[in-house]
């Protein structure tokens, strides 16, 4: 269920409950992949349904209040055009127009305004033909995005290079979020590195590191998985290893799956560690511990903590 160590305690959680600090969840800025283009052309609906859907929340709603309201423009516009086409309204008075759009395109209709002439019924139809079209077209897409599956895998900002059975494994946390089971949850790691051929093309190489144990039938608290660092892995040969990781601009790449047992959806996350981020001989702190009664707490208010326990050249490499 977790390689995170149980701390068992009695009395003392409650205050640690109290004193318990709150963070909250934010995705690393590196999850969001950035790629810059030259001599890509793409039109401005092209793909669009994929655009809106990634997308954020408040995008999204800006643009759909933009185009709410450039459309009841354009229709008022057009009933300003033939003063007189709408009652109730004062002649040529574009508020008056845009009000009764509204009223039009939402179908309202309070009953002060109407159309009065068959110009104005034209309008009309297409106005209402186009709310129609553009009323369900949100509602679909709102929803799309509403129930799209997402994952909230929380990601310790650092990782970490601890002996465990007298050899030297790197490690990650990850906690589930949302508290809830995710089942058969698979992490993939690995280091893409530049390499240069015999031809002279430098490439970028995907270099798998093996875990430990990289599956967990049951994800609902934390999980830590490990590296082991032995004569296979890319991180051997301590600062030797390390320098020449940097000059190969090594970043590590992590990708978590699994499937959400409250939607039934599989769900997916990633997150970016640079070599920086790495702390040698250290460990994470514990955050998980269990009471008398067998409740079991993670204390999110330590989950990115590290302790260091010495130099890194005190790893037998």
């Not at 709150?22 to 669009?48: H, K």
């Not at 906690?175 to 015999?198: C, D, F, I, S």
């Not at 608290?221 to 601009?249: Q, Y």
Request: hydrophobic share 45%.
């Amino acid at each position: 269920m977790t390689e995170e160590p149980d701390r068992a305690h009695g009395a003392a959680n409650a205050n640690a409950n109290a004193n318990a600090k709150r963070i909250r969840y934010r995705p690393s800025e590196r999850a969001r992949a950035v790629v810059r283009t030259r001599g890509q052309y793409v039109s401005m609906f092209e793909d669009s349904y994929h655009k809106v859907l990634g997308m954020p929340w408040w995008q999204f709603f800006a643009w759909a209040a933009a185009g709410w309201i450039g459309v009841n423009l354009l229709f008022a516009l057009l009933y300003a055009a033939s003063p007189g086409c709408v009652s109730g309204a004062q002649p040529g008075s574009l508020e008056d127009a845009f009000y009764f759009s509204v009223q039009t395109l939402a179908t309202i209709g309070y009953g002060a305004m109407a159309p009065a002439t068959r110009y104005g019924h034209a309008v009309v139809v297409a106005e209402a033909l186009v709310g129609t079209l553009g009323v369900a077209l949100v509602t679909g897409v709102t929803f799309a995005k509403f129930a799209r599956p997402t994952a909230r895998i929380l990601f310790s900002d650092k990782a970490v290079v601890q002996m465990r059975d007298g050899v030297p494994h790197l490690m990650f946390r990850l906690a589930n979020w949302r508290g809830n089971m995710v089942v058969e949850g698979h992490l993939r790691v690995l280091v893409l590195r530049l390499q240069k051929t015999l031809e002279g093309d430098v490439i970028r190489v995907p270099v798998d590191l093996p875990l430990v144990r990289d599956r967990t039938a049951i994800f609902a608290l934390s999980w830590t998985p490990m590296h082991r660092i032995d004569e296979k892995s890319p991180f051997r040969g301590g600062a030797a290893g390390l320098e020449l990781l940097r000059a190969e601009k090594a970043e590590i790449f992590l990708t978590f799956t699994g499937l959400d047992e409250t939607i039934g959806q599989t769900i997916h996350a990633r997150h970016g560690y640079q070599l920086d981020e790495i702390v040698y001989n250290a460990r994470f702190v514990d955050v998980l511990t269990t009471d008398d009664d067998g409740t079991r707490t993670i204390d999110y208010g330590r989950f990115h903590d590290v302790e260091v326990l010495g130099e890194p050249s005190d790893l037998p490499w």
